[in-house]
Antibody, heavy 120, light 106 residues
Framework: QLQLQESGPGLVRPSESLSLTCTVS??????????WAWIRQSPGRGLEWIGT???????FYNPSLESRLTISVDTSKNQFSLRLSSVTAADTAVFYC????????????WGQGTLVTVSS | SYELTQPPSVSVSPGQTANIACSGH??????ASWYQQKPGQSPVLVMS???NRPSGIPKRFSGSRSGDTATLTISGTQSMDEADYYC?????????FGGGTKLTVL
């Protein structure tokens, strides 16, 4: 059974960078037809797609976050990562790492989510 | 930027049919997927490619699309179906979510 697990600091200072890693277990991050994505949910709000990466590093970013966003992949560790710079309180959210199945065009596996709070 | 619109809330009596709509410009040439999220839990994919139900999802869940509106239908709604539901579609290279619909079973 595929599992995804987010890890990273739960508290980040304003203006600093937020970094999270997703570890994929029970399967390889390599093969098509899967892409890997980050999705966030601000407290009491809806879901927001952040960005997606293929195993060979091809990325798609949310245009509203693109200037601050880097998503990378490390196939040797079966991980992919998120870095969001210059964070503000508006970036406080639960961050989910997700598998995008391009055959069914749906996010079919989700991590449990990790809350990141931006506060001084 | 591309937008998907959902009603904020839908109410249904147990055993009745719930319809949750998702509308967006040119949605008729995109695929919509649907996610169910219960409080404190991660979302779960309940419908993909407009009308493809993943394995493990009860048959009372179905999907359709007509023009620029995709619809998630829950037939014989049960109390366990009470949750937030989100649609998602891809516009070029961006994955856009609707604002979500809170389904209340009362």
């Amino acid at each position: 059974q595929l599992q995804l697990q987010e890890s990273g600091p739960g508290l980040v200072r304003p203006s600093e960078s937020l970094s999270l890693t997703c570890t994929v277990s029970g399967g390889s991050i390599r093969p098509n037809p899967y892409y890997w994505a980050w999705i966030r949910q601000s407290p009491g709000r809806g879901l927001e797609w952040i960005g997606t990466i293929s195993y060979n590093g091809h990325t798609f970013y949310n245009p509203s976050l693109e200037s601050r966003l880097t998503i990378s992949v490390d196939t040797s560790k079966n991980q992919f990562s998120l870095r969001l710079s210059s964070v503000t309180a508006a970036d406080t959210a639960v961050f989910y790492c997700v598998r995008l199945n391009t055959v069914i065009r749906g996010n079919d596996y989700w991590g449990q989510g990790t809350l990141v709070t931006v506060s001084s | 930027s591309y937008e998907l619109t959902q009603p904020p809330s839908v109410s249904v009596s147990p055993g009745q049919t719930a319809n949750i709509a998702c509308s967006g410009h040119t949605l008729d040439n995109k695929y919509a997927s649907w996610y169910q999220q219960k409080p404190g839990q991660s979302p779960v994919l309940v419908m993909s490619q407009n009308d493809n139900r993943p394995s493990g999802i009860p048959k009372r869940f179905s999907g359709s699309r007509s023009g620029d509106t995709a619809t998630l239908t829950i037939s014989g709604t049960q109390s366990m179906d009470e949750a937030d539901y989100y649609c998602q579609a891809w516009d070029i290279d961006s994955g856009v979510f609707g604002g979500g619909t809170k389904l209340t079973v009362l």
